[in-house]
């Protein structure tokens, strides 16, 4: 079992910065592949950002290549996703989710990842 705390959502005008964090329990942490999701009001949840075991290979939506960066730190257990020059259209939950294998593989869909966490609200006000 893999539990994940995310922290570090709340109100940020556009064009500002802020900075994820996803703590995970266990200690397998660096096995699982992590992932940055989002659900605006009224959208589906969508893929924002994914990292592989080592940290090395990293994976971005469209929407947010050039502004966002995931990274990881297996001493720390934690993920997290460095927003800059956030945009009203980023406002949503982020979600952490970890997936013991296929996630990237298969475009990382929902169903490929095994635990996800609470999430934490971000709003971008203009």
């Known amino acids: 079992q893999v539990q994940l705390v995310e922290s570090g959502g709340g109100l940020v005008q556009a064009g500002g910065s802020l900075r994820l964090s996803c703590a995970a329990s266990g200690r397998t942490f660096s096995s699982y592949i992590m992932g940055w999701f989002r659900q605006a009001p009224g959208k589906e949840r969508e893929f924002v950002a994914g990292?592989?075991?080592?940290?090395?290979?990293?994976y971005y939506a469209d929407s947010v290549k050039g502004r966002f960066t995931i990274s990881r730190d297996n001493a720390k257990n934690t993920v997290y996703l460095q927003m800059n020059s956030l945009k009203s259209d980023d406002t949503a939950v982020y979600y952490c989710a970890a997936s013991k294998e296929g996630a990237a593989t298969y475009g990382w869909p929902d169903v490929a990842m095994n635990y996800w966490g609470k999430g934490t609200l971000v709003t971008v006000s203009t």
């Open positions: 990292v592989n075991w080592s940290g090395r290979t990293t």
